[in-house]
């Protein structure tokens, strides 16, 4: 069993950065992929991030390459998503999950969610 609990959300101008942080318990964590999905208002969740369990391998949705950084620490079991150079698009929940696989973490497939930590971009 893992819990995952979001923080780091804010109100922020355009432009601006920000770090999101993902803590989880569980003895488990460091067994999972692990990924960062967002959902806007009337929008669907769509995917942001993932990264494999060991941190080696890391994957991004093309509206974030190059501004986002998905990190995680398995000894804080804490997953981290640094935020740079955010855009009024960016704005919406921000969610973090676990799965047993980059691949099904992509595929939104994941066995455990959080509860979402809002970010909010003014133009």
């Known amino acids: 069993q893992v819990q995952l609990v979001e923080s780091g959300g804010g109100l922020l101008q355009a432009g601006g950065s920000l770090r999101l942080s993902c803590a989880a318990s569980g003895r488990t964590f460091s067994g999972y992929a692990m990924g960062w999905f967002r959902q806007a208002p009337g929008k669907e969740r769509e995917f942001v991030a993932a990264?494999?369990?060991?941190?080696?391998?890391?994957y991004y949705a093309d509206s974030v390459k190059g501004r986002f950084t998905i990190s995680r620490d398995n000894a804080k079991k804490t997953v981290y998503l640094q935020m740079n150079s955010l855009k009024p698009e960016d704005t919406a929940v921000y969610y973090c999950a676990a799965g047993l696989s980059v691949r099904t973490v992509i595929a939104a497939n994941c066995d455990y969610w959080g509860q979402g930590t809002q970010v909010t971009v003014s133009s």
């Open positions: 990264i494999s369990w060991s941190g080696g391998n890391t």
